[in-house]
């Protein structure tokens, strides 16, 4: 039996959960999240891989695969980053295909359906090249996971999250959103605040308010931001952006969301099952005799 499975959870001094073994691999503790909306598809994705608190690089996660006039289609990776660089590299070079011995490429999908699939593939094969010598080491950790919007040609906007065996869910109107990685932190802001009916530009502050919030809880999280905006028909991309540190925006987006977060909290009643109790006062030190 693999016993990868049941490794402890630890956390290191900073309070980040950890396995032991797995954290000089490369393990990428990203966040990434993806928004579609009737007036369109938002997808941001932060760049910090951590190794450890002594080793944390800068790589990018958000992947972009356009087509003016064809197609404009993002790939957001979170998981252990040498596999989700060889799926990537895969997508780009092509997936052998076993029953006809072609090769296909993520640019060649004709629908975002036979995208999610492709890429599904690509992790399956991925994982039947390396995964057993991966998993035999108990230093490597095979998880990954994806998100693909974007649109082709011909057919709708569509946002998928792809998961470490190759399967697929897809975002709906009732739930607008995905994500992936480090994402307990910024789904309730999303949970309260993203409708489907809501404009892009809300749509995209309200999820750079989200990364802002794991930004605030988890330092495996980190700027810069890569953010891709794609609008209905357009087939192409409305806005491809890097927030770097000190980016102004963003600076004020956080500064403002923690003093509204503030400002509600002072003024929410307190709650009215503590009326007998006084603030308390400490007593005055008695002089020695």
Known sequence: MNDISFRPTLRD??????????RNEGVDM????????RDGLVLIADTRTNAGLDNISTFRKLHIFEEPGRHVIGLAAAGNLSVTQSVVSMLNEGVDDAETGER????????MFQAAQLVGRAIRQVHHMNGMVMEQ?????????FLLGGQISGGPMRLYMIYTAGNFIEC????????IGEHKYGKPVLDRAVTYEMEIADAL?????????TMRSNLGVGLPIDVLVVCPDKLQAELKYRIEPGEPYFHDLRERWSAALRAAHSSIPRPPYLKDVRTYVPAKPTEEA
């Open 172 to 179: 709906t109107q009732d739930t607008p959103f995905l994500q």
């Open 205 to 213: 502050k309200t999820s750079l308010i989200s990364m802002d919030s």
């Open 30 to 37: 990203t966040y990434c999240c993806g928004v579609l909306v």
């Open 104 to 111: 296909h490429q993520l640019r060649e999908a004709r629908t």
């Open 13 to 22: 001094q900073m309070g980040h959960r950890y396995s032991p073994g797995s």
């Open 137 to 145: 080491s108990s230093s490597i950790n095979f998880e990954v996971s």
